[in-house]
C-alpha cells in the first residue's frame, strides 16, 4: 500500500504555489482579470532559427531510409553529446568530452538522476540546500529517500559559509546550488564560490569524504547588466553542472536538458567509474533517454541560441519602478525572471498582503516567501515577469496603490477603536 504519511507530504508541501495557480483560473472564471506574477512558465517564444532546426530535423526523419526515432544510448545521441560538450567548453572554459555530457529530459531529471545515484536509502542521505530555494528539489531527493537539509542564506540570500559548514555532517553527501537563483535573482560571486570550494577541501579531510556539488545554472542566460555567471566546476573537482533549454529558448514543454561532469571527477572521486556508470541505467530504468527530436535539434542550434530574453529585463526594470514606489525593498535581480521582494511595513505578512491583493476585480497574485523555505520569509513574496504582458504590469501601480489606502484605512480604524 502506498505510504499514507508520504502522500499526505506530497499534497501539503506543494499548496503555496499549487494554491495560486487554483486561485487564478478560479478568477478568471468569475469574469475577473487577474494581474498575474505567480507562475515561473516562459513566455517568451523560441527563436526563428530553433523552428527552421526543428523542420529540418522532422524532414531528415521523414525521408530517412533508416527510422530516426527509434531507442538510442540512454546518455543521448553521440553527436548531440558532442555539440554540448563543444558549446559548454567554451562557455565555462572547461575541456569537456561527450562521455561528460548526459541528455535528459529538462534539467529536473537531471536532479532526479543525481539525487537517486548520491542517495543512499540506507543511511538516510543527506543533501544540503540554499533556503529560500527553488521547493521542487524536496521532490527530487525525497523521491529516492534522501532528506533535505536546509542551510539559510545570509542577510543579502547570499551563500553563507558558516551556515553550510554546520549542515556538513557524517551524512552528506551533496549540495545543491543554484545560481542565478530563484526565487531570489542573486547570482553567486567567483569569490564566495572558491570560498565554498575552500570550505568542502577542508571538510572532506576532517571527515574522510568527497562531498559532491550540484549546480543548477538554468537561468544562466538570463544575466542582467554587468553581471556574470561563475561556474563552481572551475574551483572544485566534484561537481556537476545541471542545465536545460527550457528558460533560454522557452522550451519547457520539450522537456530537453542535460547534466556535465566535470573532467576533474574522475581524477578525484574515488568512486567515479560507479558513479558514471550508474548514469545510463539510471536514466533507462526513469525516462530511458531524452527526446530524440529535440537533442538532433539542440546538435544543429547548440547551446548559446536564446530567445528575445531581453524581454524579461525590461518588464523586471518596469515591475522594479512600481515596487520601489509602493513601499516594497528588494534588490534588484542580478539574473531570472524573477523579483523577491519585502512587503511594506503596513502589511502583517505575506498572507495578509495576499488578502488584500486577491480581491476586487483586478485580484494581484504572487507566491508567498514562506513556500521557498519556511517562517523567515513570511514578509516576502516571489514576483515571476515571466509570463505577465506589460499591460498587466502597468495596471500593478493602481492595484498597490488601492490596496495601500485600503490597508491604512483599516490600520487607523483600529487605532480609533
Ligand atoms: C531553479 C530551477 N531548477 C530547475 C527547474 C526545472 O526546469 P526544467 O524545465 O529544466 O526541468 C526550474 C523550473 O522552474 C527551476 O526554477
Given at each position: 500500500?502506498?505510504?499514507?504519511?508520504?502522500?499526505?507530504?506530497?499534497?501539503?508541501?506543494?499548496?503555496?504555489?499549487?494554491?495560486?495557480?487554483?486561485?487564478?483560473?478560479?478568477?478568471?472564471?468569475?469574469?475577473?482579470?487577474?494581474?498575474?506574477?505567480?507562475?515561473?512558465?516562459?513566455?517568451?517564444?523560441?527563436?526563428?532559427?530553433?523552428?527552421a532546426?526543428?523542420?529540418?530535423?522532422?524532414?531528415?526523419?521523414?525521408?530517412?531510409?533508416?527510422?530516426?526515432?527509434?531507442?538510442?544510448?540512454?546518455?543521448?545521441?553521440?553527436?548531440?553529446?558532442?555539440?554540448?560538450?563543444?558549446?559548454?567548453?567554451?562557455?565555462?572554459?572547461?575541456?569537456?568530452?561527450?562521455?561528460?555530457?548526459?541528455?535528459?529530459?529538462?534539467?529536473?531529471?537531471?536532479?532526479?538522476?543525481?539525487?537517486r545515484?548520491?542517495?543512499?536509502?540506507?543511511?538516510?542521505?543527506?543533501?544540503?540546500c540554499?533556503a529560500p530555494?527553488?521547493?521542487?528539489?524536496?521532490?527530487?531527493?525525497?523521491?529516492?529517500?534522501?532528506?533535505?537539509?536546509?542551510?539559510?542564506?545570509?542577510?543579502?540570500?547570499?551563500?553563507?559559509?558558516?551556515?553550510?559548514?554546520?549542515?556538513?555532517?557524517?551524512?552528506?553527501?551533496?549540495?545543491?546550488?543554484?545560481?542565478?537563483?530563484?526565487?531570489?535573482?542573486?547570482?553567486?560571486?567567483?569569490?564566495?564560490?572558491?570560498?565554498?570550494?575552500?570550505?568542502?577541501?577542508?571538510?572532506?579531510?576532517?571527515?574522510?569524504?568527497e562531498?559532491?556539488?550540484?549546480?543548477?545554472?538554468?537561468?544562466?542566460?538570463?544575466?542582467?547588466?554587468?553581471?556574470?555567471?561563475?561556474?563552481?566546476?572551475?574551483?572544485?573537482?566534484?561537481?556537476?553542472?545541471?542545465?536545460?533549454?527550457?528558460?533560454?529558448?522557452g522550451?519547457?514543454?520539450?522537456?530537453?536538458?542535460?547534466?556535465?561532469?566535470?573532467?576533474?571527477?574522475?581524477?578525484?572521486?574515488?568512486?567515479?567509474?560507479?558513479?558514471?556508470?550508474?548514469?545510463?541505467?539510471?536514466?533507462?530504468?526513469?525516462?530511458?533517454?531524452?527526446?530524440?527530436?529535440?537533442?538532433?535539434?539542440?546538435?544543429?542550434?547548440?547551446?548559446?541560441?536564446?530567445?528575445?530574453?531581453?524581454?524579461?529585463?525590461?518588464?523586471?526594470?518596469l515591475?522594479?519602478?512600481i515596487?520601489?514606489?509602493?513601499?516594497?525593498?528588494?534588490?534588484?535581480?542580478?539574473?531570472?525572471f524573477?523579483?523577491?521582494?519585502?512587503?511594506?511595513?503596513?502589511?502583517?505578512?505575506?498572507?495578509?498582503f495576499?488578502?488584500?491583493?486577491?480581491?476586487?476585480?483586478?485580484?494581484?497574485?504572487?507566491?508567498?516567501?514562506?513556500?521557498?523555505?519556511?517562517?523567515?520569509f513570511?514578509?516576502?513574496?516571489?514576483?515571476?515577469?515571466?509570463?505577465?504582458?506589460?499591460?498587466?504590469?502597468?495596471?500593478?501601480?493602481?492595484?498597490?496603490?488601492?490596496?495601500?489606502?485600503?490597508?491604512?484605512?483599516?490600520?487607523?480604524?483600529?487605532?480609533?477603536?
Amino acid at each position: 500500500m502506498a505510504n499514507k504519511k508520504y502522500l499526505e507530504w506530497i499534497v501539503e508541501s506543494g499548496s503555496p504555489i499549487r494554491k495560486m495557480f487554483g486561485l487564478v483560473e478560479e478568477a478568471k472564471l468569475k469574469g475577473k482579470k487577474p494581474i498575474n506574477y505567480a507562475l515561473g512558465n516562459p513566455g517568451i517564444k523560441p527563436p526563428k532559427e530553433y523552428y527552421a532546426a526543428l523542420r529540418e530535423v522532422l524532414l531528415e526523419c521523414e525521408n530517412s531510409k533508416e527510422n530516426l526515432n527509434s531507442y538510442m544510448q540512454n546518455a543521448g545521441y553521440s553527436e548531440t553529446q558532442e555539440r554540448v560538450a563543444k558549446d559548454l567548453s567554451g562557455e565555462l572554459k572547461i575541456k569537456f568530452s561527450k562521455n561528460e555530457i548526459f541528455m535528459t529530459a529538462g534539467s529536473a531529471n537531471a536532479l532526479n538522476i543525481l539525487s537517486r545515484v548520491f542517495n543512499n536509502p540506507k543511511t538516510k542521505t543527506e543533501i544540503i540546500c540554499v533556503a529560500p530555494y527553488f521547493v521542487e528539489y524536496n521532490y527530487y531527493i525525497r523521491n529516492y529517500n534522501g532528506n533535505l537539509v536546509l542551510a539559510q542564506s545570509d542577510e543579502n540570500f547570499d551563500l553563507d559559509l558558516n551556515n553550510l559548514e554546520k549542515s556538513i555532517t557524517r551524512n552528506t553527501k551533496a549540495i545543491i546550488i543554484n545560481s542565478p537563483n530563484n526565487p531570489t535573482g542573486i547570482i553567486y560571486s567567483e569569490s564566495k564560490l572558491k570560498e565554498l570550494a575552500g570550505l568542502l577541501d577542508i571538510k572532506n579531510k576532517k571527515l574522510n569524504k568527497e562531498i559532491i556539488v550540484i549546480e543548477d545554472a538554468v537561468y544562466n542566460k538570463m544575466i542582467w547588466e554587468d553581471n556574470k555567471f561563475f561556474s563552481i566546476l572551475n574551483y572544485y573537482p566534484n561537481s556537476f553542472h545541471v542545465n536545460s533549454f527550457s528558460k533560454s529558448l522557452g522550451l519547457a514543454g520539450e522537456r530537453i536538458g542535460y547534466f556535465a561532469v566535470n573532467p576533474d571527477f574522475k581524477k578525484n572521486h574515488i568512486d567515479w567509474k560507479n558513479i558514471l556508470g550508474a548514469f545510463p541505467i539510471i536514466l533507462r530504468s526513469n525516462v530511458i533517454n531524452s527526446p530524440g527530436i529535440q537533442q538532433k535539434v539542440i546538435q544543429k542550434i547548440g547551446c548559446n541560441l536564446t530567445s528575445d530574453l531581453g524581454i524579461y529585463k525590461k518588464k523586471i526594470d518596469l515591475l522594479s519602478n512600481i515596487l520601489s514606489e509602493s513601499g516594497f525593498e528588494f534588490r534588484k535581480p542580478q539574473g531570472t525572471f524573477y523579483i523577491w521582494a519585502k512587503i511594506p511595513g503596513i502589511y502583517e505578512d505575506s498572507s495578509d498582503f495576499m488578502k488584500y491583493a486577491i480581491r476586487g476585480k483586478a485580484p494581484l497574485f504572487a507566491v508567498p516567501g514562506k513556500g521557498f523555505g519556511g517562517r523567515r520569509f513570511n514578509k516576502y513574496l516571489r514576483f515571476s515577469v515571466s509570463d505577465i504582458s506589460e499591460e498587466d504590469i502597468q495596471r500593478t501601480r493602481e492595484k498597490l496603490n488601492e490596496m495601500n489606502r485600503r490597508k491604512l484605512k483599516s490600520i487607523n480604524k483600529k487605532k480609533k477603536n
